[in-house]
């Protein structure tokens, strides 16, 4: 099982072909943020490395949120055309719970233990997800500002608190808790989505690739000139 996994949602571009929901191909790059002159070349790059055609693929799965909501635009957008123009299935993962896979991963977590994964909203607020050892969702997505004593009432006996998202950094500066961990999973990243994706597929969870839009979490931040013509 082939599928294209598209990353989009921070400054972080990254596209990866997984098989059977293990990397294959990767390619990334860390603050960039042109996504939308960057995107379709990676894909190009990769198929290439693959040798393979966009139409040998199985799906394609896009991080569908919440973040950047220009930079989910442009992943979700290159996503649906490629289905939509191939037939193929349109995959959606979330982007927080594939953060939190990735500390799955890195990192021994405990039964007792939580992983909670935070995506920067700008000032001291977030985007936020709980989740338990075995990535069982305990809180969906939610919006939050962040202070010290936030996710502190969830700790279990015993437990900790791994953290991981774009928004880790800003809340261990106002919090010192023994119980917290702070780890190296900062970002976003495809090769996180990857068994998310092969595990949506398996049991055929797709979305309607003519009207799925990304998922948001709150209005994006728009203002108006402060001279209109």
Known sequence: MLILNIETSTNVGSVSLSKDGFCWILKEEKESGDHARQLTLFIEELMELAKLRLKDLDAVAVSAGPGSYTGLRIGVSVAKGICYTLNKPLLAVSTLQSMAYGVQQF???????????????????????????????????????????????????GGRIFVCGTA???????????SLIFTEIDSPSSRFMEKLSFEK???????????????????????LPKNPL
Request: glycine content about 2%.
């Open 201 to 223: 597929f398996s049991s055929q969870q797709f979305e309607n690739t003519a009207y799925f839009e990304p998922f948001y979490l709150k209005p994006p931040n728009v203002t």
């Open 107 to 157: 990192y021994k977590v405990g039964p007792n233990d939580l992983i909670v994964s935070i995506q920067d909203a700008r000032r001291m607020d977030a985007y936020a997800a709980v989740y338990d050892h075995k990535l069982k969702t305990l809180k969906d997505s939610f919006f939050l500002t962040l202070e010290p004593d936030s996710f502190l009432d969830m700790i279990g006996e």
């Open 168 to 178: 880790a950094k800003k809340w261990s500066e106002i919090i010192n808790h023994s």
